[in-house]
């Protein structure tokens, strides 16, 4: 990572950030009892991965708010009932009965989350142009678990619209190392100069 990477705050929507967090614990909770953490948070994430973001249409069907909550449980049942562990299907059933399957996404990301800090690692998410290889990837792995003295666990993404350099995501804050986002960091300081510079001769002329 650049050592010119630039440290920007960023703000996620607070009720699916804390609503995520809740049913993700929840879901861990009870996942453990029974030993099927991996089990539940890697189907979970098989379900956004895999099904709904591949599928508006299946996406469409989960959260139309026409469809019934008996409805929308049959329809569950059908689709996942000899594929998916039971404890999963019915986590997904109390969602609905609660109307809180449109935070499905949130609660995996935070169940994956939860899971790596059970496990004692750091999940890091890395945004780049294109894909890493896998040496590549190992080595920023090495390097980020130098830095932080702990077990880490890349999440890889693919943005095209970055420029060049890569993006680090620890938690809600953002180390852009891209390109495009030093020369975003560089317009912002001219201008901050130049406002500074503004203030500072309208006080003399004022003087």
Do not use: C
């Not at 699916?16 to 967090?21: A, L």
């Not at 993700?24 to 956004?48: F, I, M, P, T």
């Amino acid at each position: 990572m650049s050592e010119q990477a630039n440290h920007i705050p960023t703000v996620f929507d607070s009720e699916e950030q804390h609503v995520g967090q809740v049913y993700a614990k929840a879901l861990l909770q009870a996942a453990s009892g029974s030993g099927k953490v991996d089990v539940a948070v890697d189907q979970l994430e098989s379900l956004v991965r895999d099904v709904m973001d591949k599928s508006k249409g299946f996406e469409a069907v989960l959260f139309s708010p026409k469809m019934s909550v008996e409805d929308k449980s049959e329809f569950l049942d059908k689709v996942f009932g000899t594929k998916m562990d039971p404890l999963l299907l019915n986590f997904l059933k109390v969602l609905n009965r609660r109307q809180r399957l449109p935070f499905v996404r949130a609660i995996s990301q935070s169940a994956n989350v939860l899971r790596d800090e059970m496990a004692g690692r750091m999940q890091i998410q890395v945004t780049t142009s294109t894909p890493l290889d896998a040496a590549s990837a190992e080595a920023l792995r090495k390097k980020l678990s130098a830095s932080f003295s702990k077990d880490i666990r890349l999440v890889t993404k693919i943005d095209p619209s970055i420029l060049g350099g890569l993006v680090v995501r620890i938690g809600d804050t953002v180390y852009d190392g891209s390109v495009d986002g030093q020369l975003k960091a560089l317009r912002r300081d001219a201008g901050a100069r130049a406002d500074a510079s503004v203030r500072t001769l309208a006080g003399q002329l004022a003087s």
